[in-house]
């Protein structure tokens, strides 16, 4: 069974040309083989509405992990829900309220997103982690014919984009595009900008994907990125597409501090959107 905790309905801006003039905000608890809460927007309306999903980035910081928001791009779920999408943008296993990390007492909440360590991560399991998150998703919404079949995109930011990434490799038949935002895993390692954990491994990993993926993806990266910079980003975008990926690359100009987290940025919209239209409608 499906709970919706809230629902809100938000009106259009003035610079939304796109019908449907209003959506929906809603808070889901979604009754997977792993029950997960997601915040969703959509069209006011029964639908069944193409489905859009939405995975976040992570925190290796279980203390983080526990304050992270229900939804880290708020603004630009509502574009993708204002182009006629549900939006489902899942809380990762281990975030929110299951963040219950207390090592003291032998407590560990379900965070099946981790690396391992730097000298021999794994990077391909943690992002097939949340790709099973995914595809579970897309089942149950088929099931309960809230979506189109075989309407479904994803969109992933940082650790999600990654995720994405994965999913490109089992080549979902409801999948017909991916788009992510800075993705990649190992980042700023102790903090460091530009401190990618074993880079070589990640170029790797990324060529591994891009040896079965065959959907149609668009890797968007920031050039003041300090999680995934210009040359580690074209290197696994490279690597990605001589395997066989199909993936399309842009690189754009510096955003604000760290241009890492640009989609969860509202003033980011109108740099990304025009990207990321085109693409959409080339690939109805």
């Not at 997977?32 to 915040?39: F, N, R």
């Not at 990077?123 to 309960?144: C, P, S, T």
């Not at 038949?173 to 992510?180: L, N």
């Amino acid at each position: 069974m499906l709970f919706v905790f809230f629902s809100q309905i938000a009106p259009a801006r003035p610079d939304d040309q796109q019908a449907p003039a209003r959506i929906q905000e809603e808070v889901w608890a979604l009754p997977l083989a792993l029950p997960t809460i997601a915040y969703v927007v959509r069209p006011v309306g029964d639908g069944p509405f193409p489905l859009a999903i939405m995975n976040h980035g992570v925190s290796l910081d279980p203390v983080q992990r526990s304050f992270f928001p229900l939804v880290e791009f708020r603004d630009a779920a509502m574009w993708f829900a204002r182009r006629g999408y549900l939006v489902v943008a899942p809380v990762g296993s281990g975030y929110g309220a299951s963040a219950i990390d207390i090592s003291e007492r032998g407590l560990y909440g379900p965070f099946f997103s981790k690396i391992g360590n730097c000298t021999n991560p794994n990077f391909r399991d943690a992002g097939m982690a949340v790709a099973q998150l995914d595809l579970w998703i897309i089942d149950y919404m088929a099931a309960e014919k809230k979506i189109v079949p075989k309407d479904v995109i994803v969109i992933g930011q940082s650790a999600g984009g990654w995720a994405s990434i994965a999913l490109s490799s089992a080549n979902p038949a409801q999948v017909k595009a991916i788009i992510t935002f800075a993705a990649g895993r190992g980042g700023r390692v102790d903090g460091k900008p530009n401190n990618n954990c074993a880079p070589d491994r990640l170029v790797e990993a990324t060529r591994q994907f891009g040896r079965t993926s065959r959907v149609p993806m668009l890797w968007i990266y920031i050039a003041n990125d300090t999680f995934f910079g210009p040359a580690l980003s074209k290197r696994m975008h490279e690597a990605f597409t001589a395997a066989g990926g199909n993936a399309e690359y842009h690189l754009l100009p510096p955003f604000g501090d760290d241009g890492h987290f640009l989609v969860g940025s509202a003033d980011s919209i109108p740099i990304w959107a025009p990207l990321v239209s085109v693409f959409l409608d080339r690939h109805k």
